[in-house]
C-alpha cells in the first residue's frame, strides 16, 4: 500500500511540475469546459460531498483541507 | 472570409457571455437530500434529510444554507465488563469484553454562508455553523477571501480562517449515578492556497492547512481497562491530551479526459502531536453521456497511523496519563468505492442517486445512500 501511496504523491508531484511549466494563458471566453459541473473540484453536489466528509471526520482520526467553514460533532 | 472572421467573433462574444453569467450568475436552487449510512454488525445506523438552498441577491451577494437532522441508533464498541464471566456492572471482579455497546442520538446542524463579491471579483465568504445534540453542542464562525491575481482570473490565492467553540457532556463511569458534567473545548482552523488553471481543460489547486484543538478531546462515551489482572484492576473512562496541533497540505488537479469525460486526483497529507500521520488520496471519474444523464464513479484510499497513546488491549494501561482504546485512534488503512447517476430531467429539476462502500482494515464496513431532488430556478 506505501507503494500506492508513493507512485500517488510522485504523479500529483509530477502534474504540478508539469503544470507549472505547461501554465497557458486561458482567456475568460475559453473557459466554457472548465465552468461544467463535471469539472467543479467539489463534485456535482456539494451536500453529498459534505455528508461524505462528515462520515470520514467521524470515522477517522485526522480532518482538514476541506476548508475552513463547518462545524464538529459528538460523533468523536 | 469576411463573413467567417465575424462569425468567430461574435462566437467568442457569446462564449465569453455564457461563461461570465456562469461566473456571475451562480443558479439559484433548493435541494433536499436524503442519506442513509449502515455499518456492518449492527453498529452505527444514521438516516440524514437534508434541505439546502442558495440564493443570488444581485451579482455581488450570493447567500447559500443547509440544514440537516440526524437519526443515530445502534452500538459503537468499547471495553465492557463481561457479563458472561459473571461481572457486573461497575464491581470490576470479573473480566472485560470489547463490544458494542448499545446508543441513540438525534443532531440537528445547520450552516449559513455569505458570498460577497468586489469590484474586482474578489470573494470574501462569511459562514456560521451549529450543530446540536443531546450531549454536544457546537458553534463556528469563518471567514475567507480569495483574491484573483491576474486580469483574465486564470491564478487565485484563498486565506481561510475559523474559530469553533463547542460543549461537551461528558460522563464519569467511574462513579455509581454516572454523573455528567459540563466539558468546553475550542478549535482554530486556518487555510491558505493557491489555485491556478492550466489549460482550457485543467486546473490544479493547492493548499495548507493548520488547525489547534484545545480543551476537552476526549471521546465522553470510550473506556479503557486499567491495572488489568491485579487487586486494583478498572474499567475507566478514556483520557486524551487537552491540546493537539494538527498540519497538512492538499492537493487538487481536475482535468478533461475527453469531451464527456472529467478526472480529479486529490491527495491529503496530515501529521499532529498526536502522532497520528495520515495520507488520503482520492480518484473521481465523471461521464456525462448526454444533457440528461451523469454518471461518476470513485475510489479513495486512506491510511493513517495509531496515535501515541492508543493500545487495544485490555492489559496494557496502568497509570499512564493518557490512555485510549478507541479504534479510530488505531492504525489502519480504509477503502472507499463510490458509484452515482445523475439524471437532469429539464433546466429546472435533476435527481441524483448514489452509493458507497466504505471498508476499514479494523473490520468496519459501511454503506452510503443517497439520493435527492435539485429545484433550479
Redesign the interface.
Given at each position: 500500500?506505501r507503494l500506492?501511496?508513493q507512485i500517488?504523491?510522485l504523479?500529483?508531484t509530477s502534474?504540478?511540475f508539469m503544470?507549472c511549466s505547461?501554465?497557458?494563458?486561458?482567456?475568460?471566453?475559453?473557459?466554457?469546459?472548465?465552468?461544467?459541473?463535471?469539472?467543479?473540484?467539489e463534485?456535482?453536489?456539494p451536500?453529498?460531498r459534505?455528508?461524505?466528509s462528515h462520515?470520514?471526520f467521524s470515522?477517522?482520526?485526522?480532518?482538514?483541507?476541506?476548508?475552513?467553514?463547518?462545524?464538529?460533532?459528538?460523533?468523536? | 472570409m469576411q463573413l467567417k472572421n465575424s462569425y468567430i467573433k461574435i462566437s467568442k462574444v457569446t462564449a465569453f457571455a455564457i461563461v461570465a453569467s456562469q461566473a456571475l450568475y451562480a443558479e439559484n436552487y433548493v435541494a433536499v437530500e436524503y442519506l442513509q449510512y449502515d455499518e456492518n454488525e449492527n453498529r452505527v445506523s444514521v438516516s440524514a434529510p437534508t434541505l439546502s438552498a442558495s440564493y443570488d441577491i444581485g451579482t455581488d451577494y450570493t447567500i447559500k444554507g443547509d440544514i440537516v437532522f440526524d437519526a443515530v441508533s445502534g452500538a459503537t464498541p468499547t471495553w465492557q465488563p463481561d457479563t458472561t464471566s459473571g461481572a457486573s456492572k461497575r464491581d470490576n471482579s470479573g473480566d472485560y469484553t470489547y463490544k458494542n455497546q448499545e446508543f441513540d442520538e438525534t443532531r440537528t446542524a445547520a450552516s449559513l454562508m455569505l458570498t460577497t463579491r468586489f469590484e474586482n471579483r474578489d470573494e470574501l465568504n462569511t459562514g456560521v455553523d451549529i450543530s446540536r445534540e443531546s450531549d454536544f453542542y457546537g458553534n463556528t464562525l469563518s471567514v475567507e477571501y480569495l483574491h484573483y491575481t491576474d486580469a483574465s482570473h486564470n491564478q487565485s490565492i484563498n486565506v481561510g480562517l475559523s474559530y469553533s467553540a463547542n460543549e461537551i457532556l461528558s460522563y464519569d463511569y467511574d462513579t455509581a449515578s454516572g454523573a455528567s458534567t459540563k466539558e468546553t473545548s475550542t478549535s482554530i482552523n486556518v487555510q491558505a492556497g493557491v489555485s491556478q488553471v492550466l489549460s482550457e481543460s485543467s486546473l490544479i489547486k493547492a493548499e495548507a492547512f493548520a488547525i489547534s484543538d484545545d480543551g476537552y478531546l476526549t471521546n465522553p462515551h470510550a473506556l479503557v481497562v486499567r491495572d488489568y489482572n491485579t487487586a486494583d484492576q478498572k474499567l475507566t473512562n478514556e483520557n486524551r491530551p487537552d491540546t493537539r496541533v494538527a498540519y497538512g497540505a492538499n492537493l487538487k488537479y481536475i482535468t478533461l479526459l475527453n469531451d464527456d469525460i472529467s478526472y480529479k486526483v486529490n491527495y491529503r497529507f496530515y501529521t499532529d502531536d498526536w502522532d497520528i500521520n495520515s495520507h488520503t488520496i482520492e480518484n473521481d471519474v465523471y461521464y456525462a453521456m448526454n444533457k440528461q444523464f451523469t454518471f461518476g464513479v470513485g475510489l479513495r484510499y486512506y491510511t493513517q497511523t495509531e496515535a501515541e497513546f492508543y493500545n487495544g488491549s485490555k492489559d496494557y494501561f496502568t497509570n499512564q496519563e493518557f490512555a485510549s482504546s478507541d479504534e479510530r485512534l488505531s492504525d489502519f488503512d480504509a477503502f472507499t468505492y463510490k458509484a452515482s447517476v445523475d439524471f437532469k430531467q429539464n433546466d429546472k429539476i435533476s435527481y441524483n442517486l448514489g452509493g458507497a462502500f466504505y471498508s476499514q482494515s479494523t473490520g468496519l464496513d459501511a454503506t452510503m445512500i443517497t439520493t435527492g431532488i435539485k429545484y433550479r430556478y
Open positions: 500500500m500506492m501511496i500517488g504523491v504523479t500529483l502534474l504540478l503544470g505547461v501554465i497557458k494563458e486561458v482567456k475568460p471566453w475559453e473557459k466554457e469546459t472548465l465552468a461544467k459541473p463535471i469539472m467543479q473540484f463534485g456535482l453536489h451536500e453529498v459534505k455528508f461524505e462520515v470520514y470515522k477517522e482520526a485526522t480532518r482538514g483541507g476541506n476548508g475552513v467553514s463547518g462545524g464538529g460533532c459528538g460523533c468523536n | -
